[in-house]
T-cell receptor
Framework: EPEVTQTPSHQVTQMGQEVILRCVPI?????FYWYRQILGQKVEFLVS????????KSEIFDDQFSVERPDGSNFTLKIRSTKLEDSAMYFC????????????FGSGTQLSVL | KQEVTQIPAALSVPEGENLVLNCSFT??????LQWFRQDPGKGLTSLLL?????REQTSGRLNASLDKSSGRSTLYIAASQPGDSATYLC?????????FGKGTRLSVIA
């Protein structure tokens, strides 16, 4: 079965540093998403992306976050100036059709901000 | 705002037992509901997707039902095995992308 691939699997960074989390969605999918899960808490929606622009974002996705599809295969999440509370597992997902179809998730990037 | 609740938060059963995990959601205007499995420190594996027009979906020993009008879903696991031990997450899609519950942590004891 096709997979969503995320790199790196673990990322450790110092507070205030910029990080870029990378994802390769399933090739024929058109909609891309980022979610995060802080340890012990629910998986939370951050942002959805379609046709090279953000289609929806949550209140968590503030100005320190940005997303980009720099080429035909990668989808990235950038955190400009990391805070301790950004420590979480970040999941990328993709789907063929928005909302009505199954989302396929990657295995996640565990971000630790020290 | 959609809220998803899962009961119980944790469940421990002996191997071979049939079990039911519960999920409820506050806004019945959904497109679909998905059940996921999450192993510790790992990603999300989709188990079953039920469209809003469907009542249930089956995959192997798993059966998920949906009662959209009452805002409830159940995941039935037959003949549980130690390998079923994981956290099971319920998530609904309405006018916003997937909203997750906190999950039920299942332990199946050999």
């Amino acid at each position: 079965e096709p997979e969503v691939t995320q790199t790196p699997s673990h990322q450790v960074t110092q507070m205030g540093q910029e990080v870029i989390l990378r994802c390769v969605p399933i090739s024929n999918h058109l909609y891309f998403y980022w979610y995060r899960q802080i340890l012990g808490q629910k998986v939370e929606f951050l942002v959805s992306f379609y046709n090279n622009e953000i289609s929806e974002k949550s209140e968590i996705f503030d100005d320190q976050f940005s997303v980009e599809r720099p080429d035909g295969s990668n989808f990235t999440l950038k955190i400009r100036s990391t805070k301790l509370e950004d420590s979480a597992m970040y999941f990328c997902a993709s789907s063929e059709v928005h909302l009505r179809e199954k989302l396929f998730f990657g295995s996640g990037t565990q971000l630790s901000v020290l | 705002k959609q809220e998803v609740t899962q009961i119980p938060a944790a469940l421990s059963v002996p191997e071979g037992e049939n079990l039911v995990l519960n999920c409820s959601f506050t806004d019945s205007a959904i497109y679909n509901l998905q059940w996921f499995r999450q192993d510790p420190g790992k990603g999300l594996t989709s188990l079953l997707l039920i469209q809003s027009s469907q009542r249930e979906q089956t995959s192997g020993r798993l059966n998920a039902s949906l009662d959209k009008s009452s805002g409830r879903s159940t995941l039935y696991i037959a003949a549980s095995q130690p390998g079923d031990s994981a956290t099971y997450l319920c998530a609904v899609t309405g006018n916003t992308p997937l909203v997750f519950g906190k999950g039920t942590r299942l332990s199946v004891i050999a």
